[in-house]
């Protein structure tokens, strides 16, 4: 798996979820338990990973939505 999306933003984590699910695009949101540790002051960036296969699809998904700021380089 690759990283998409690494952000703090609650909002930008739904809609990228969102996008992924409505695509079938298969994801996993990596350090959303990590709150313990920042004390749940949304601090630590949470990431979103997906399969390297499909990664161009999802870049895609993202930049026709307007975000394609919040995607993270390879």
Do not use: H, Y
Not at 10 to 19: K, N, P, Q, T
Not at 40 to 64: F, H, N
């Amino acid at each position: 798996m690759i990283e998409l999306v690494r952000t703090n933003d609650a909002v930008i984590i739904s809609f990228v979820e969102s996008l992924m699910r409505d695509a079938g695009i298969a994801f996993l949101v990596a350090d959303q338990n990590m709150s313990v540790l920042d004390g749940s002051l949304g601090i630590l960036p949470r990431r979103i990973l997906v399969d390297a296969e499909k990664a161009d699809a999802a870049r895609k998904i993202l930049t026709d939505a307007g975000i394609a700021n919040e995607i993270r380089e390879p």
